[in-house]
Nanobody, 122 residues
C-alpha cells in the first residue's frame, strides 16, 4: 500500500504563489506516476501529472504556464509550484498515485491523499 499526504495549502491573494507538497510513504517503489487534482464545487479536475521515471510533466490548460510539477524521489515527495494564482484556482488539492499508470495522466489512480485547501481571494 501507498499513503500520500499533501501540505502547503493556504489562503492567498490573486497573483500570489503557493507550493504544495505530496509525501508518499509505504510501498513507494510501486509508484509509477503522480498526479495533482483540484476539486471545487463537486468538480474534480486534473491539473498536473508526471511519471516517476522522469520526462516532461503533463499540465491542464488552466495550469500550463503557471504551475510546475517537480519530484524529489530521494524524499518521495512531489511538489506543485503554483504562480500567478487566480480565484478560479480555489479548491481542495489532492495528489494521487498509480502503479501501472494505464490511465495516465488523470484516470484510474490507485492511491489518494486527503487533500490540502487552497483559497485564492480577488
Amino acid at each position: 500500500q501507498v499513503q500520500l499526504m499533501e501540505s502547503g495549502g493556504d489562503s492567498v491573494q490573486a497573483g500570489g504563489s503557493l507550493r504544495l507538497s505530496c509525501v508518499a510513504s509505504g510501498q513507494t517503489t510501486k509508484i509509477g506516476c503522480v498526479s495533482w487534482f483540484r476539486q471545487n464545487l463537486g468538480q474534480r479536475e486534473g491539473v498536473a501529472a508526471v511519471f516517476t521515471s522522469g520526462g516532461t510533466p503533463s499540465y491542464s490548460y488552466s495550469a500550463r504556464g503557471r504551475f510546475t510539477l517537480s519530484q524529489d524521489k530521494t524524499k518521495n515527495t512531489w511538489y506543485l509550484q503554483m504562480n500567478n494564482l487566480k480565484p478560479e484556482d480555489t479548491g481542495m488539492y489532492y495528489c494521487a498515485a498509480d502503479d501501472q499508470c494505464l490511465g495516465y495522466p488523470y484516470r484510474n489512480m490507485d492511491y489518494w491523499g486527503k487533500g490540502t485547501l487552497v483559497t485564492i481571494s480577488s
